[in-house]
């Protein structure tokens, strides 16, 4: 296109929008543009789900009766959680969806909360706070976790398939072994 010249008229078929002024086929800044905000809905998006992992982790102090006289304060990290100043090695599976977290929580799916559901393994011959264990005489397998602002849930399971996270699978498992809140 010469410098005094008009841009070119919109195809007939494309949509009024101000990323259509230049035809497709001429280079332009319109391709660049396009691909700049692309990769920055991308890196938002990275980070959103950054960010929610991330609330996870840290130091939490036992807040229910159950944390309280049985696994003490936690630590979450990358690939371990602490309980009773025991380390063990979890790694993420996936996050559940909110119908899954408000099944095992009872949380509000539009509370703005997140939850994860981890792979562990912890023996029942391991004990904790007032010779406690996690899931009785069966090994720890799974734990969900849900954060929503200071607060922590942790739901630990057995078994060797992953938990089902709906309101009656949940409420008809041998598998739950127990409900734990934390805050920071």
């Not at 929008?17 to 543009?33: E, F, W």
């Not at 599976?93 to 939850?115: C, K, M, N, W």
């Not at 397998?141 to 009656?168: C, H, I």
Request: with cysteine; aromatic share 10%; net charge positive.
């Amino acid at each position: 296109m010469q410098a005094n010249s008009r841009p070119q008229p919109l195809p007939a078929n494309l949509p009024a929008s101000p990323l259509y002024h230049q035809p497709a086929h001429l280079p332009g800044a319109r391709k660049g543009i396009m691909i700049k905000i692309l990769h920055r809905v991308v890196a938002l998006f990275l980070l959103c789900c950054v960010t929610l992992v991330a609330q996870e982790k840290g130091y939490w102090r036992a807040a229910s009766s159950n944390a309280k006289s049985i696994t003490g304060d936690v630590s979450l990290a990358d690939e371990k959680i602490t309980l009773d100043f025991i380390s063990f090695t979890m790694v993420r599976v996936r996050p559940l969806t909110p119908a899954e977290a408000s099944a095992l929580f009872d949380a509000d799916p539009g509370s703005g909360g997140s939850a994860s559901l981890y792979r562990l393994d912890i023996p029942f011959s391991k004990k904790f706070l007032h010779k406690n264990s996690l899931c009785g005489g069966e090994d720890t397998e799974w734990m969900a976790t849900y954060t929503a602002g200071r607060n922590l849930q942790l739901v630990f399971f057995s078994g060797q398939k992953p938990p089902v996270f709906t309101l009656d699978a949940i409420s008809n498992s041998t598998d739950v072994c127990g409900t734990y809140a934390y805050v920071k």
